[in-house]
């Protein structure tokens, strides 16, 4: 199974800051099958980031995923406040698909 | 527009059962893999079983394995998950999610809520 790490646990910003949080995986994870999910209170996660680096439909380019093999990063430019929510990792390439622990983005 | 809604949730006492339902509109159903996950309050995402387009794969966590069952019914469009021998730590919001393969979650639904409680 591969473990995702991610890191910080919470982020303290202001608004127009910008925010990089990071994932670790095990191991490698395979093709960069790598997704970045935003959750807020009460609803549902919604996809950001695909293929480690894809923005998925709709979502702003303030929004940019990289990396590769077992280090991910995911990049908020500048924070709106819409943007201050929880979010995950997960990797999808290999069973058990496997989700981090989530990072945390809160308003300082 | 693509719509994923769970139903079947609510409150079962330890050892009982349960099925959640998730309907499908706005896209064609059997051409998706179909998940579960779930997330227990406050805590994070936990991912709990699979079912491949046509239903001929499934995947279960070890956590629910021998215990929960997933099916789909492509004719209706529908995704389930029977619960059995349900446990305090089964306790979540239990979403259903559609994957093309080897892809993301793109779409996901509100969530049902399961309490498991004496």
């Known amino acids: 199974e591969i473990v995702l790490t991610q890191s910080p646990g919470t982020l303290s910003l202001s608004p127009g800051e910008r925010a990089t949080l990071s994932c670790r995986a095990s191991?490698?994870?395979?093709?960069?099958?790598l997704a970045w999910y935003q959750q807020k209170p009460g609803q549902a996660p919604r996809l950001l980031i695909y293929g480690a680096s894809s923005r998925a439909t709709g979502i702003p380019d303030r929004f940019s995923g990289s990396g590769s093999g077992t280090d991910f990063t995911l990049t908020i430019s500048r924070l709106e406040p819409e943007d201050f929510a929880v979010y995950y990792c997960?990797?999808?390439?290999?069973?058990?698909?496997?989700f981090g622990g989530g990072t945390k983005v809160e308003i300082k | 527009e693509v719509q994923l809604v769970e139903s079947g949730g609510g409150l079962v006492q330890p050892g009982g059962s349960l099925r959640l339902s998730c309907a499908a509109s706005g896209f064609t159903f059997s051409s998706y893999a179909m998940h579960w996950v779930r997330q227990a309050p406050g805590k994070g995402l936990e991912y709990v079983s699979a079912?491949?387009?046509?239903?001929?794969?499934?995947y279960y966590a070890n956590s629910v394995k021998g215990r929960f069952t997933i099916s789909r019914d492509n004719s209706k469009n529908t995704l389930y998950l029977q619960m059995g021998s349900l446990r305090a730590e089964d306790m979540a919001v239990y979403y259903c999610?559609?994957?093309?393969?080897?892809?993301?979650?793109?779409?996901w639904g509100q969530g049902t809520l399961v309490t498991v409680s004496s």
């Open positions: 191991q490698s994870v395979s093709s960069s099958y």
């Open positions: 997960q990797q999808y390439g290999s069973l058990p698909l496997t």
């Open positions: 079912i491949s387009s046509n239903g001929g794969s499934t």
């Open positions: 999610a559609r994957a093309r393969p080897q892809g993301p979650f793109d779409y």
